[in-house]
């Protein structure tokens, strides 16, 4: 380890450097490392090399901060955004899932003032949530970007950042913005019918099959095998939400509607919807209009175009399928997004499975009539008129009397039993003259 200043020939003339430069190597090093020390003191020349030196042999055994971290450290927290964003595109991730990521970390940066990775704290991140209006569904996805960011610099540029380790989600459950409804099996015919026929494929498309738009839209007839005694569709890695090849059997409709479909429009385009689904403002929200579908449902619930993929959920599940088959078919990872996200538990025929529990209490309990015993071999309601007496004695009858008891309730002028609701209390005969 020495400090030096760099001479050079110039013309004939030996120049020597005004800044004094340090030359060191490490144990097991290759070769020496040459650094400009950019001061003109050799003493303190000396002290920096000394520094540069035992930050080194730290950062070999591992105690100390990396040279790449102090780079990191220094760049402007735009240009590790940049970086990130590049990766996921060379990843090959959706343009809308980049585009999500990308607006929300730069938005983060700007309204909590984060220059730099130095500036980047939980505690303004909770304090930037708590003053915003939005779903808490969109916060947690707000955390989720950054989350995924700092595990990227992590993994990348070896900087680890724990400043968000301490920060939880936003419990969403019961705080949704608005809960998607689904379609009757009535409305979804009549959407059906009334669609143009482009639309109508789409519609159809993730009615019977549970296609999102994009998966949709990706969707090219050398996927589709309408041919095979089976008929189905393979949606591809590459299109697919999760990046995992699948099959989809064809309902017969469906096989119907596509082979017609594809005789019309040829396979001159190989997407199965040419240029793609319109928004829904420009297409579903006509359609619903022509065939007297509301936006918003009876519940309160909101049906939009991926509405039709939780109709397609329930549907499979009120049509007597399995959850376990409803969630292959979903290509979901578990049971719960498909149990209570996607299934409209407001549609299942839970009165039609209840009717149809097996009969479980025994026959005296079920009897009709208003016969029932009060002691041995003694009967309380037996035959009795109002002429054979004006007023009814009680303790004869709970005495075990073989007296009749019977009409022991006098008829009430100018009422009459409810017409539904059970055993509902009597309602006036507004029809009666009585007073």
Not at 243 to 251: M, Q, S
Not at 299 to 315: M, N
């Amino acid at each position: 380890m020495k400090v030096f200043k760099r001479r050079r020939n110039k013309k004939g003339r030996i120049i020597e450097s005004t800044t004094f430069y340090g030359r060191y190597k490490l144990d097991g090093a290759p070769s020496f490392v040459v650094v400009n020390l950019k001061c003109t003191d050799k003493q303190v020349a000396f002290e920096k090399l000394r520094a540069i030196v035992r930050e080194e042999e730290r950062e070999r055994a591992g105690l100390g901060v990396s040279r790449a971290e102090r780079e990191c450290l220094k760049l402007p927290l735009s240009v590790l955004i940049d970086g990130y964003v590049s990766e996921l595109i060379r990843l090959g991730r959706t343009h809308e899932h980049i585009r999500h990521i990308e607006s929300r970390l730069n938005t983060l940066a700007k309204d909590c003032g984060w220059g730099s990775i130095r500036d980047m704290s939980g505690e303004s991140f909770c304090k930037w949530r708590k003053g915003k209006q939005i779903s808490a569904k969109t916060l947690n996805e707000y955390q989720n970007a950054v989350t995924s960011f700092l595990s990227w610099l992590g993994k990348s540029k070896g900087v680890k950042l724990n400043c968000f380790d301490g920060v939880q989600h936003v419990d969403a459950r019961g705080n949704e913005t608005f809960e998607r409804g689904t379609l009757t099996i009535e409305q979804a015919k009549s959407l059906l019918a009334v669609a143009p026929r482009k639309r109508g494929i789409a519609y159809a498309l993730s009615l019977y099959t549970g296609l999102r738009r994009g998966e949709i839209e990706g969707l090219e007839w050398k996927d589709i095998k309408l041919e095979e005694k089976v008929p189905f569709l393979i949606i591809r890695a590459s299109t697919s939400k999760n990046r995992k090849t699948a099959t989809i059997p064809l309902h017969p409709d469906l096989v119907r509607m596509l082979s017609r479909w594809k005789e019309e429009i040829g396979e001159e385009d190989s997407r199965v919807i040419p240029d793609g689904i319109p928004q829904n403002r420009l297409g579903l929200w006509k359609d619903f209009k022509d065939s007297n579908i509301p936006r918003v449902n009876q519940y309160g619930q909101k049906i939009d175009f991926h509405a039709l993929r939780h109709t397609a959920c329930t549907f499979m599940q009120t049509m007597g399928g399995s959850p376990q088959v409803a969630m292959i078919f979903m290509r979901h990872s578990e049971m719960r997004l498909t149990s209570k996200v996607y299934t409209n538990a407001l549609e299942l025929p839970i009165a039609e499975s209840v009717n149809k529990l097996p009969s479980l209490i025994p026959d005296k309990w079920t009897q009709k009539g208003t016969t029932f015993s009060v002691s041995k071999k003694k009967k309380l309601s037996l035959a009795v008129t109002e002429e054979k007496t004006g007023k009814v004695d009680f303790n004869q009858y709970l005495k075990g009397s073989d007296t009749d008891c019977h009409n022991i309730s006098q008829p009430v002028k100018g009422t009459k039993m409810a017409e539904r609701g059970g055993f509902g209390p009597p309602v006036p005969d507004l029809t009666s003259t009585a007073v």
